[in-house]
């Protein structure tokens, strides 16, 4: 079993409780839009393991250090992240042709919309989890992010944490 900490658009700032909400997870999971890479070298100080994409806000430090798609196995689960990608039903045309492509992952993760959606596919039976945005910047009114366990090939323990912007 493996517990993460999933995060996105932090634009350039990263909340003390970031670490007090992480503080029992196995990995932590950044969905992009960084902002600068002092939020990227706290994340990644705090002694977890760490899986970051970048964002569109992200200048060319951040897009030479982290990639755009991560497709990484963990546990029994196969997981895609990507900062744009939409969510069922309305995923952006990169990320619909190479899901059409196929293999689909079992979980699909991006950000981007700083709107917090988990939603299961049935069209391509995989969970797509984007946990909305965790910096001061965007519509968003508040701060999100998810904590949840892998377990073999299931999500389980998924916990919404908010906080104020």
């Known amino acids: 079993m493996v517990r993460i900490g999933l995060l996105s658009d ?11 909400h992480f503080a029992e997870v196995d990995e932590i999971w ?11 070298d706290k ?3 705090f002694g977890k393991p760490t ?3 970048f964002g569109n806000i992200d200048g060319a430090d951040a897009r ?3 990639e755009l798609d991560l497709r990484f196995r963990i546990e029994e689960l196969d997981v895609w992240m990507t900062h ?5 039903g309305r995923y952006n045309k990169r990320v619909r042709e190479l899901l059409n ?3 689909t992952p079992g979980l699909f993760v991006c950000g981007h919309s700083h709107i917090l959606k988990v939603i299961y596919d049935k069209k391509y039976q995989m969970l797509a989890m984007n946990p909305g945005a ?8 508040i701060k999100t992010m998810l904590r949840f366990t892998i377990d073999g090939a299931k999500i389980k323990d998924l916990e919404v944490i908010e906080s104020p912007r």
């Open 10 to 20: 932090t634009h350039s700032h990263l909340g003390d409780n970031v670490f007090e």
């Open 30 to 40: 950044h969905a992009g839009d960084i902002g600068n890479l002092e939020v990227a």
């Open 43 to 45: 994340l990644e100080a």
């Open 51 to 53: 899986r970051m994409v």
């Open 64 to 66: 030479l250090r982290y």
């Open 84 to 88: 744009i990608g939409g969510y069922p």
């Open 101 to 103: 492509e196929g293999p």
């Open 134 to 141: 965790c910096g001061k910047h965007g519509i968003h009114r």
